[in-house]
């Protein structure tokens, strides 16, 4: 692990020792800003460095610099090696010294130390985090997740805590009777995962309770900068309740925040859209009949302590008891396009309305000229309904809840969708399959362990801050400031498999290509707010198929609604940034991984470690795999971002071979009628199956996770004896030993080749695995799958004695050729790799010239709201022809015909 607090070096020592280390390590990478903007008010940003094989030993240290030379204070540590013991992937955090330059210098040095350190201690039932600027007391215990934030000796905020409001029955009629009850969070575990110099990071482990009952585990980090007057939250938690008696009503984060300023120099501020704000006083004294004074107004507009009110205008001073106070205050958010603010004296009176609008920013304040808390809500209208609400202002205490989950909305409400259409038996759930699309069995449409991650952050103000200020944090909390390396640097490592280039635009038909990348895009992205995609648990998803006919994505038509990773659209988007750099596909895929690492796979119970297939609802087909839950998803975002939520999601699958004792993902079409789930024997395929489970596996070795010794041996030995197949990939499937992690070689010859196998992973995982591992036998095996999916009949059934059948996906496999082409110096397999490419398959990916690569305008009585359609795109196609793309441009660019 690397140092975390390396001694400051003089500058000019640096200076003297850069151009010697540049000789040796190669060019230093350049860091910016993924969007402009510069850090803003945000507290520091964490940014994840890729390393070429063997470029930096495990122990080096790094410096960070300005353009112009200055240090910006670093934290720096591995997030994984290359198998010699080097470097490959660094995670480093910064903070002050960050400004809104538009590129640093990440050079191999001592790093700088901050001039005011983040501190850790801990002492009896709490843990302090002092950045040098707030300090946190958090607590190990009981309900109070945050005790205090004070600044300066002040105390800002005290008694941060989870509330969670449940109701046992859904009011489906015209009369409401539903009771609720309310659960408050409680602490099981609190650990510090980071002590400083630059960041430090606490995590919070419980659940929701009530009496004797105790549900709704929570997952909560803390994140603190050095130097920083905020900290952040990432706020999980994963559903374990009964679909039809557990309806959440409200989930929200909750402080309370000292009042202690006079009525009229408290102060109320919500954000509307984009830098609007509603700007108020508890007390205010503008409007009124009689005026205090020009500069008493406008001081308490600024939010500035106002003078003595004996120096007002006496008319107002000796009337202030009669003015209202305005201490209630509610933002909701109960759709993504509209919002509603109101307001009230105080309980028992009516509310009075405040304004609204579309999009809130999901932003607030309140406190006063000594103090107060600004607070926040990442993605608020998008994973609606979400809610704003600050109590009591006008008492000694306010009391602020950030929800999650609105109580003025709908109960959350995830009971399964339909009755079961008397699909009891295996031969009347196919017939379903073979109508809409979905694989239905009773009881398998549970969002029992499915997961949800929320980000939150908090300012300690020292005084109600400036107009400015507030939509700088605003901005801060909206789009998290993050710092990047570049394109060049990303391929210049030669991580995830070497498989992507930068953008490249050099000839008439690269240019082609990278117009109709850009198309592919621009339309998806286009359709999530066309078709509103948003919402707590579906934001990050797109749909699967388009119906023409009713203008309309088929998000009732089993599994053609939600598209759950269906062949890999995360990891086209990944490639797509990581190759182009580009904010927007940056910030798509983020919310992708965010959902569907965690939506679409479950986390608790007998399933824990699968994901569920596309469908109406992201939990409802009965196929639970692992090419869905798959780490290959996951990896990118958490080597950019260290994200230690995604780093938990993968950790937790390197056992998820165990799943497959529990569930048989083949049990309806398994020709073996007597095959059952053995300890010793299970059923294993190479393709969807060993993808997943091998990405799972490279993961935690290449971060030596806990478990990175057992995740090794798994991967080396299950490349060994599927290396050992007599027909090796084509093999299909063998019996694994869950005790040995190898599996059984059969010696009968099989052929067994689905269209699906390749296309969730397995291609990318085996570019990896091969370049990291040193295996003839297995590299052998791959490529002759890669050589022979796209062969002709009479190719394949003169190399295995039979042909593969009538395969599709063939655009999307026309990456397999352009590897093979690769590792074979096979020119001949180079020219098969752009034909397949390009040429026409019937119902098959986006052909070069027979789709029109273009979208038209729809309007109404068609559509609900006017837009665009290009009924010719589906996710699957889309996902299949971008890694096909990005694979064959960078493995065979210089050989694309015209």
Same mark, same amino acid.
């Given at each position: 692990? !690397?140092?975390?607090?390396?001694p400051?070096a003089?500058?000019a020592d640096?200076? *003297?020792?850069? $151009?010697a280390e540049?000789t040796a390590?190669?060019? %230093? ?20 460095v890729?390393?070429?094989k ?9 410096a960070?610099?300005t353009a112009?030379g200055k ?6 540590w591995a997030?994984?090696? /290359? ?7 660094? $995670?480093?955090?910064?903070g ?5 330059g538009?590129?640093?210098? #990440?050079?191999?040095?001592e790093?700088?130390?901050p001039?005011?350190?983040v501190t ?7 843990i302090?985090v ?5 300090k946190?007391?958090?607590g ?16 800002i905020?005290r ?6 409001l449940?109701q @046992?029955?859904?009011?489906?009629g ?8 309310r ?12 002590k400083g110099p630059?960041?430090a ?6 659940k ?6 105790g549900w709704?585990p929570?997952?909560?980090? !803390?994140?603190?900068y050095a130097?920083?007057d905020?900290? &952040?939250m990432?706020?999980?938690?994963t ?5 039809n ?8 984060v909750?402080f ?5 300023? +006079? ?5 109320? &501020?919500i ?16 409007g009124?009949?009689?005026d205090?004074g020009?500069s008493v107004r406008?001081?308490?507009?600024k ?8 120096? /007002?205008d ?5 009337? #202030?008891?009669?003015? %209202?106070?305005?201490?209630d205050?509610t933002?909701?958010?109960?759709s *993504? ?16 309305? $405040?304004?609204g609008?579309?999009?809130?920013t ?7 000229v000594s ?11 998008e ?7 600050i109590?009591?202002a006008?008492g000694?205490?306010?009391e602020?809840?950030l929800?999650?989950w609105?109580?003025?909305a ?6 399964f969708?339909h009755?079961g !259409? ?10 379903? !399959? ?8 009773p ?5 029992y ?13 020292a005084?109600?801050p400036?107009?400015?200020t ?5 901005a ?8 990047v390396?570049? %394109?060049?640097? #990303?391929v210049?490592a ?18 082609k290509?990278?117009d ?17 995609w ?11 198929t388009?119906?023409?006919d009713?203008h ?8 053609? *609604?939600?598209?759950n990773?269906?062949l890999?659209?995360?990891l ?6 990581m ?8 910030r ?21 470690g699968?994901?569920t297939?596309?469908g109406?609802q ?6 639970k ?10 990896r990118?975002?958490y ?5 230690e939520?995604?780093g938990d999601i ?8 165990e799943s497959?004792l ?10 073996d %009628? ?5 300890r010793?024997?299970?059923s ?6 060993w993808? @997943? ?5 490279l993961? +935690?070795?290449e ?6 010794e057992?995740? +090794?041996?798994r991967?080396r030995?299950t ?8 027909n ?8 694994y030993?869950l005790?040995?992690?190898?599996? *059984?070689i059969d010696?009968?010859p ?22 990291l591992?040193?295996?003839?036998e297995?590299?052998e095996?791959? =490529? ?8 002709t009949?009479? +190719?394949q ?5 039979t042909?593969?059948?009538s395969?599709i ?5 026309? &990456?397999?050729?352009a590897?093979?082409?690769?590792q074979?110096?096979?020119?001949t ?13 019937e ?9 029109? /690569?273009k979208s038209?305008?729809?309007t ?7 837009g ?5 795109v ?6 299949q ?6 694979q ?6 210089d050989? =694309?015909?015209?």
């Amino acid at each position: 692990m !690397l140092a975390q607090n390396a001694p400051q070096a003089h500058a000019a020592d640096r200076a *003297a020792g850069r $151009a010697a280390e540049d000789t040796a390590t190669g060019d %230093p990478v350049k860091i910016t800003w993924l969007e402009e903007g510069g850090l803003g008010a945000a507290a520091g940003s964490t940014f994840g460095v890729p390393w070429p094989k063997g470029a930096h030993p495990a122990d080096r240290t790094f410096a960070l610099t300005t353009a112009d030379g200055k240090d910006v204070p670093l934290q720096t540590w591995a997030t994984a090696y /290359w198998p010699d013991g080097s470097l490959k992937w660094t $995670a480093h955090a910064a903070g002050e010294g960050l400004g809104d330059g538009t590129a640093y210098r #990440l050079t191999a040095d001592e790093p700088a130390a901050p001039a005011k350190k983040v501190t850790v201690t801990e002492k009896g039932g709490r843990i302090t985090v002092d950045t040098g600027v707030i300090k946190a007391v958090i607590g190990k215990d009981g309900e109070k997740l945050v005790r205090s934030v004070t600044r300066g000796g002040t105390e800002i905020a005290r008694d941060g805590r989870l509330v969670l409001l449940r109701q @046992g029955d859904i009011d489906d009629g015209d009369h409401g009777s539903a009771k609720w009850d309310r659960f408050d969070g409680e602490i099981s575990a609190a650990k510090v995962e980071q002590k400083g110099p630059v960041r430090a990071v606490v995590r919070i482990d419980g659940k929701h309770r009530k009496g004797g009952r105790g549900w709704l585990p929570f997952s909560v980090r !803390l994140y603190f900068y050095a130097g920083a007057d905020s900290f &952040r939250m990432v706020h999980t938690i994963t559903f374990d309740g009964d679909q039809n008696k557990d309806f959440i009503r409200g989930l929200g984060v909750r402080f309370s925040v000292p009042m202690r300023d +006079e009525a009229y120099d408290r102060h109320i &501020r919500i954000a509307g859209e984009d830098k609007g704000f509603l700007t108020e006083a508890v007390k205010g004294i503008t409007g009124l009949r009689r005026d205090p004074g020009a500069s008493v107004r406008k001081a308490q507009v600024k939010g500035e302590k106002l003078a003595d009110p004996a120096t /007002w205008d006496q008319r107002v001073t000796s009337r #202030l008891h009669l003015i %209202p106070t305005w201490g209630d205050y509610t933002l909701s958010q109960l759709s *993504a396009d509209g919002f509603t603010l109101r307001k009230r004296t105080k309980p028992g009176h009516g509310w009075i309305p $405040a304004g609204g609008g579309g999009r809130a920013t999901g932003f607030g304040y309140v406190g006063g000229v000594s103090g107060g808390l600004s607070f926040g809500l990442r993605d608020f209208w998008e994973k609606f309904p979400a809610q704003l609400d600050i109590r009591g202002a006008a008492g000694d205490e306010a009391e602020v809840t950030l929800w999650l989950w609105s109580p003025e909305a709908q109960p959350m409400d995830l009971r399964f969708y339909h009755d079961g !259409l008397g699909q009891d038996t295996y031969a009347e759930q196919l017939e379903g !399959l073979n109508i809409t699309y979905e694989d239905y069995e009773p009881k398998f449409g549970t969002p029992y362990g499915i997961a949800r991650t929320s980000e939150l952050t908090f300012w300690a103000n020292a005084a109600t801050p400036s107009a400015d200020t507030l939509v700088q944090q605003a901005a801060a909390l909206r789009t998290p400031p993050q710092l990047v390396a570049g %394109p060049a640097d #990303l391929v210049r490592a030669k991580v995830f498999g070497g498989l992507f280039s930068p953008v490249d635009r050099s000839t008439a038909a690269k240019a082609k290509i990278e117009d109709r990348l850009d198309f592919l895009f621009a339309y998806h992205k286009g359709q999530v707010e066309q078709r509103r995609w948003y919402g707590f648990w579906d934001y990050g998803d797109i749909m699967h198929t388009y119906d023409e006919d009713r203008h309309q994505w088929r998000y009732d038509v089993g599994g053609y *609604a939600w598209d759950n990773s269906e062949l890999s659209p995360d990891l086209w988007l990944w490639l797509a940034y990581m190759r182009s750099g580009r904010a927007d596909i940056y910030r798509f895929a983020e919310a992708m991984t965010r959902h569907t690492g965690e939506v679409d796979a479950y986390h608790l119970g007998k399933w824990t470690g699968l994901g569920t297939r596309h469908g109406v609802q992201h939990f409802a087909d009965s196929a639970k795999q692992q090419r869905i839950s798959t780490a290959l998803y996951r990896r990118y975002l958490y080597y950019l971002t260290a994200d230690e939520r995604i780093g938990d999601i993968m950790h937790a699958l390197v056992d998820s071979d165990e799943s497959f004792l529990v569930l048989d993902p083949q049990r309806k079409v398994r020709p073996d %009628p007597d095959y059952k789930p053995d300890r010793h024997a299970l059923s294993i395929g190479f393709g969807t199956d060993w993808s @997943g489970l091998a990405g799972a596996w490279l993961t +935690e070795w290449e971060r030596r996770g806990p478990q990175a010794e057992k995740a +090794e041996a798994r991967l080396r030995s299950t490349m060994e004896t599927i290396a050992a197949q007599t027909n090796g990939f084509v093999q299909g499937a063998a019996l694994y030993d869950l005790d040995t992690g190898k599996y *059984a070689i059969d010696d009968k010859p099989k052929v067994s080749v689905s269209h699906l196998s390749a296309v969730f992973g397995l291609v990318e995982v085996c570019a990896e695995v091969i370049d990291l591992i040193d295996l003839p036998e297995f590299k052998e095996a791959w =490529l002759d799958y890669c050589r022979y999916f796209n062969a002709t009949k009479a +190719e394949q059934k003169a190399r295995y004695g039979t042909d593969f059948g009538s395969l599709i996906l063939v655009q999307g496999h026309s &990456r397999l050729d352009a590897y093979a082409a690769v590792q074979l110096k096979d020119d001949t397999l180079a020219a098969r790799a752009w034909q397949k490419f390009t040429e026409f398959h019937e119902g098959d990916g986006y052909p070069e010239d027979s789709v029109s /690569w273009k979208s038209t305008k729809v309007t109404g009585p068609d559509v609900l709201v006017p837009g665009v359609e290009a009924p010719w795109v589906s996710t699957n196609a889309t996902a299949q022809y971008g890694l096909a793309a990005i694979q064959n441009l960078a493995l065979l660019g210089d050989k =694309l015909p015209g």
